[in-house]
């Protein structure tokens, strides 16, 4: 089976606490194949990347880079999909159908639709006004 973690998922992942060990133990369960994308790459930079300016250059900072540093490495390790010209061309046809819901959203599941793959969120409703995207949330 093949999974794909939404930005709050892969967070999850990467912050080491309880519920991301049961995200983690329910994958492997389900002997899951999990990836992620290149938006919650950059979603996952961005959020790290806030964190860090938030407090001024010293020992504030620690926590932050320490989390980014993390994240950096589990995305090398695990498969990130592709914001690629079939996952473009369903953002398109998402859009002219009038599927209303953000952009890195509308990104990241028509990347799920291009690979067939189960989208794990916590944002069961905004994913569930795409057709045919098979979506779930293992966390809560």
């Known amino acids: 089976m093949m999974v794909v ?3 709050n998922h892969f967070t999850e992942w990467v912050n080491e606490g309880a519920p991301g060990a049961r995200l983690q133990d329910r994958c492997a369960t389900h002997k ?4 992620t994308t290149i938006v919650t790459s950059q979603e996952s930079a961005e959020g790290w ?3 860090i ?3 001024s250059a010293g020992p504030m900072q620690v926590p ?3 989390l980014y ?4 490495s589990i995305l090398s390790e695990m498969g990130t999909l592709a914001f690629d010209d079939d996952a473009a061309e369903i953002v398109e046809a998402l859009k002219a159908s009038r599927v ?3 952009s890195m959203d509308l990104k990241i599941a028509a990347i799920c639709l291009a690979h067939d ?3 794990l969120t916590r944002n069961l409703r905004d994913f569930a006004q795409v057709p045919e995207l098979k979506v779930e949330n293992w966390l809560d």
């Open 49 to 51: 990347f806030a964190l």
């Open 5 to 7: 973690l939404d930005t």
């Open 69 to 72: 540093q993390r994240s950096c």
């Open 64 to 66: 932050g880079y320490r």
């Open 32 to 35: 899951a194949i999990v990836f």
């Open 100 to 102: 209303r819901i953000g």
């Open 117 to 119: 793959a189960l989208l």
């Open 53 to 55: 300016k938030r407090h």
